[in-house]
């Protein structure tokens, strides 16, 4: 059974930093891209970041770019998402996704499990 549970998030005060993690297990992490997307309250659920099978190959979404960091460490089953700068903007509940192949992408539809996410807030 293919389980994903996200930790590290919290409160933070704009400028602040925050890393994230998804631990994974039920098929073989290594084989499969990963992804962050995030939802804040009214809105629909964004693409943040995500990650080639391999760590080599990363993409994100322009409002985290040069800010947001998404890393993997294959050899523990882990995708991290370190953010800085963090701005009351980044405030939403963020959620780790297991993409259906190798090759990282923006499309939600593209992943096939979820984790249950875990609240970020941005004060000001």
């Known amino acids: 059974q293919v389980h994903l549970v996200e930790s590290g998030g919290g409160l933070v005060q704009t400028g602040g930093s925050l890393r994230l993690f998804c631990a994974a297990s039920?098929?073989?992490?290594?084989?499969?891209?990963m992804g962050w997307f995030r939802q804040a309250p009214g809105k629909e659920r964004e693409f943040v970041a995500a990650?080639?099978?391999?760590?080599?190959?990363?993409i994100y979404a322009d409002s985290v770019k040069g800010r947001f960091t998404i890393s993997r460490g294959n050899a523990q089953n882990t995708v991290y998402l370190q953010m800085n700068s963090l701005k009351p903007e980044d405030t939403a509940v963020y959620y780790c996704?297991?993409?259906?192949?190798?090759?990282?992408?923006?499309?939600?539809?593209?992943?096939?499990?979820w984790g249950q996410g875990t609240q970020v807030t941005v004060s000001s």
């Open positions: 996704a297991w993409d259906r192949g190798v090759v990282p992408s923006k499309r939600w539809d593209e992943y096939d499990y």
């Open positions: 039920g098929r073989t992490f290594s084989s499969y891209a």
């Open positions: 990650i080639s099978w391999s760590g080599s190959n990363t």
